[in-house]
């Protein structure tokens, strides 16, 4: 019998340059939509997935998501001595339960996110694993890593979240190179790592989820520097996939960019809609000036 999917990957060692000055002192992955952190709906994520056990691949300097993640006993004993037992009660709920593994492993050079990936090799223990990147805020129900993980018990493999975009902004992602397709799960023989337009194989773009098969971590210790000197996650992928096969998946949810400044404001504005806190709501002020 296959092994379940119950271990998830976070790499959230990069240091944010893109949002600089504020990720001098606050790590990128706890950048807020709204009041939640990326990493929250990262986890949650995971969590509606089945996910048990959690490794965040971090950096040394990045104390703050370890002290974000982990249950603060004080802090929601200081809230419920104030009488602030709704908030504490929301806290402990976010942080990690009694049912889970939290494992932080540490990325101390920016060496590309298969990289990354493979400094989690000891802590997930021999089995399958997925990946989710924060900063691809995924937004919808069921949550992608949910439907992805359904859709893997299937194909096996591995399994890419991938959505169409643009041809001129192809050079942005992973790019698969498809041969087969069966409803929502695109069969590739390979994947292009940031390719120029016109050497693109297809449109159907890479996007920060992952299922992979147990095989990854072998692959990624064969994989040497590709694109920008690191080593990359799609390449270790690509010459895995003919042992094990490589599929993308089109997920159902609506994706945010949230590694870049107008991909942050665009989930905000939507969450805040959607909450139904409009951010001109109740200021007249605001349109007067």
């Known amino acids: 019998m296959t092994r379940p999917v119950d271990t998830a990957i976070f790499p959230v060692a990069g240091l944010g340059t893109r949002f600089l000055p504020a990720t001098k002192a606050t790590p990128k992955e706890l950048l807020p939509v709204l009041d939640t952190p990326l990493v929250q709906f990262a986890i949650d994520e995971a969590r509606a997935a089945g996910i048990h056990r959690m490794i965040f691949v971090n950096h040394p300097s990045k104390g703050a998501t370890e002290r974000y993640v982990r249950h603060d006993h004080d802090l929601c004993e200081t809230l419920r001595a104030r009488g602030k037992h709704g908030i504490a009660d929301t806290l402990k709920g976010m942080a990690e339960a009694e049912h889970e593994e939290i494992v932080f492993v ?7 996110l298969g990289h990354a990936v493979l400094q989690a090799r000891a802590a997930a223990e021999g089995g399958p694993v997925a990946v989710l990147l924060p900063d691809d805020l ?3 129900e069921p949550g992608c890593l949910s439907e992805m993980i359904a859709t893997w018990e299937r194909t096996g493999g591995h ?3 991938a959505m169409e975009t643009p041809l001129e902004e192809v050079s ?3 790019v698969l190179d498809p041969v087969a397709r069966d409803g929502r799960v695109t069969r590739a023989r390979g994947m292009v790592e940031k390719p120029a337009p016109e050497d693109a194989p297809s449109t159907l773009a890479v996007v920060g989820r992952y299922v992979l098969d147990a095989g990854i971590f072998e692959a990624l210790e064969r994989t040497t520097p590709g ?3 690191e080593i990359q996650l799609t390449d270790a992928m690509a010459a895995d996939a003919a042992r094990c096969g490589l599929a993308g998946f089109e997920f159902s949810g609506l994706r945010f960019a949230c590694g870049n400044r107008s991909g942050m404001l665009a989930a905000t504005l939507h969450r805040a809609e959607m909450l139904g806190e409009s951010p001109l709501a109740g ?4 349109a007067a000036e």
């Open 172 to 174: 942005a992602y992973g």
């Open 227 to 229: 694109a920008g000197g």
């Open 159 to 161: 399994l890419v979240a």
């Open 106 to 112: 540490m990325q101390e050079e920016p060496l590309g």
């Open 283 to 286: 200021d007249a002020r605001i």
């Open 138 to 140: 995924i937004l919808g």
